[in-house]
């Protein structure tokens, strides 16, 4: 069993900069990739961006690429998402996910963007961003 918690979100002006955190519960989290995702009201839940186990490769939508960078620490369990440049279009709530595959058994943009490879969320943090 995995646990995701979501930390970071908050209120910010556009332009305003903001960084979450989602710590992970169990010993095999270095294994895995990791997701983030968000959702606005009335939406559905969208691709933001992704990491492979090491670090060592990141996607992210066209929608924030370029503001947003996507880190980990796997000593610590952790994954991180910070945005730069916020626009009023940011606002959602912002989930964590578990890549369900092991690493290596798949690879590039196409294997992250939806949420089905995905096996364990966190609870969501709210970005909401002031004009």
């Known amino acids: 069993q995995v646990q995701l918690v979501e930390s970071g979100g908050g209120l910010v002006q556009a332009g305003g900069s903001l960084r979450l955190s989602c710590a992970a519960s169990?010993?095999?989290?270095?294994?895995?990739?990791m997701g983030w995702f968000r959702q606005a009201p009335g939406k559905e839940r969208e691709f933001v961006g992704a990491?492979?186990?090491?670090?060592?490769?990141?996607y992210y939508a066209d929608s924030v690429k370029g503001r947003f960078t996507i880190s980990r620490d796997n000593a610590k369990n952790t994954v991180y998402l910070q945005m730069n440049s916020l626009k009023p279009e940011d606002t959602a709530v912002y989930y964590c996910?578990?890549?369900?595959?092991?690493?290596?058994?798949?690879?590039?943009?196409?294997?992250?963007?939806?949420?089905?490879?995905?096996?364990?969320w966190g609870q969501g943090t709210q970005v909401t961003v002031s004009s």
């Open positions: 996910a578990k890549d369900a595959r092991p690493a290596h058994s798949c690879s590039g943009y196409g294997c992250y963007e939806d949420v089905g490879p995905y096996d364990y």
């Open positions: 169990g010993r095999t989290f270095s294994l895995y990739a």
């Open positions: 990491i492979t186990w090491s670090g060592g490769i990141t």
